[in-house]
DNA sequence: ACCGTATGGATTGTTCAACGATCCATCAAG
DNA sequence: CTTGATGGATCGTTGAACAATCCATACGGT
């Protein structure tokens, strides 16, 4: 007979198989949306409607409805009902509300450093490095992935994949607001060397000095990005 | 001329409007099968049909689906590719990593109370009375929703309004759970008084007794629930 | 000029019917 | 016992249709 607890190997192929399973129409058609809007090419305000998008995605109104309904639920896209779905325009209020998610989130999850295992640290250290490599060779819409990679993989120190993805889309609706700037690419860039020293405290397991860096990068972040977007909004 | 800053009354209005602005159909759906599920009367498993719910609740398939596509996004349903959507069937890993965020985010919140207002913690005192007013009156159900809107009103100290909304997906995932044991009802009242050790502890802003009794709470509350689901899983 | 109303076009909300694609249970063959 | 074929049920997606709603415009009264 054969074994009556699975062999390893077969738990290695369920893990791999999720990848694979691609998703529905409307699934993938969100994706491209997302995409689109996360990158800046759809600005801000922007109507979507419905039978011009259909029609440029190849896909029925229905269809793309069930698709704007998910990214309506990742707040990217705003619904009225009756007037249609527009790319979220930010307000500077809900720039102070991501802050101060990300203060508390990202804050907890750094704390959580010490029960972490060092296969996270080490994809710290890789996005750290990813981002130097991009600014030294002026990639900087790289650079500004690279930064969201580091943040991400702060999120995931406390262990979490429905935080993680919690986090995700705080991280996508704040890169709306970078957008509804002029130029967001290099906005993450004076913060390489932050990003380094977080590492290092973060790899002799110093909580409480990663925290300083921390707090210290968001608050700054959020002071540059208010004070562009307030003017911006008052050319 | 009118003045041509907004006067007090028309934010006032625009607050008060939010619930009078009824949603969609699919919405109002949604809000339905929402309670039917975190409620317990649709058990865990079960499979919905689009033909068969769309006939009882006399809406078409499209609409549904819209509707559907919300509640998988809430996790309380499951959607697979081509077979349907299911009520979610809560893994005990899954109540870990539900543990775990709560003990995260609660326990941030907690740490906040210091600069929340004194109506925030109004609230939270408010939660404690009508759980023990319900518990003398022998009404269960009413204990187990006190006991959510008293953890709903400690996150709510962070004062992110996208933070409660996650919490609160998070508590009806707890809730499945919850049903997934034999006698839900009873699960809360246990912790009754560890709820008014906690509040006291607020009230005069201890925050490190504050923490201690809410992960003396959730620890309390994982145990129990793990050997529940465990041995109803084992009978 | 100002205000309320009516009118019409455009877009969304919702339903319905249809067809192909996929899954699942069943059964037959090796 | 495994493999492969068959058929039914359900989902995935489309296209068309109609009602409901919003918006801009024009009209008429003051």
């Known amino acids: 007979m054969t074994t009556h607890t699975a062999p390893g190997w077969v738990t290695a192929l369920e893990q791999a198989k999720?990848?694979?399973?691609?998703?529905?129409?409307?699934?993938?058609?969100?994706?491209?949306?997302r995409t689109q809007v996360t990158d800046g090419h759809i600005a801000p305000g922007t109507r979507l409607s419905e039978e011009t998008v259909g029609a440029a995605l190849g896909v029925s109104r229905n269809t793309l409805r069930e698709?704007?309904?998910?990214?309506?639920?990742?707040?990217?896209?705003?619904?009225?009902?009756?007037r249609g779905v527009f790319v979220r325009t930010p307000h500077p209020d809900d720039v102070t509300e991501l802050y101060r998610l990300r203060r508390l989130i990202e804050?907890?999850?750094?704390?959580?450093?010490?029960?972490a295992p060092d296969r996270a640290i080490d994809e710290i250290?890789?996005?750290?490095?990813?981002?130097e490599q991009a600014a030294a060779e002026q990639r900087w819409p790289d650079v500004a992935t690279a930064d969201l990679h580091f943040?991400?993989?702060?999120?995931?120190?406390?262990g979490s994949p429905r935080l993680e993805a919690f986090m995700d889309r705080i991280h996508a609706e704040l890169r709306l607001a970078f957008h509804a700037t002029g130029d967001p690419q290099r906005f993450h860039a004076p913060y390489l060397n932050r990003n380094r020293e977080l590492l290092?405290?973060?790899?002799?397991?110093?909580?409480?000095?990663?925290?300083?860096?921390?707090?210290?990068?968001?608050?700054?972040?959020?002071?540059?990005?208010l004070r562009t977007l307030h003017d911006t909004a008052h050319p």
């Open 18 to 33: 999720g990848p694979l399973g691609r998703g529905s129409t409307a699934e993938r058609i969100a994706d491209v949306l």
């Open 67 to 82: 698709a704007f309904r998910l990214l309506a639920h990742e707040r990217l896209l705003v619904h009225e009902l009756n």
């Open 107 to 115: 804050g907890a999850a750094v704390r959580e450093v010490a029960g």
């Open 125 to 131: 250290r890789r996005s750290v490095e990813e981002g």
């Open 151 to 158: 943040h991400r993989a702060i999120v995931r120190l406390a």
């Open 200 to 225: 290092t405290a973060l790899q002799t397991r110093d909580t409480r000095q990663a925290e300083i860096h921390l707090t210290a990068y968001l608050d700054d972040s959020e002071r540059q990005l």
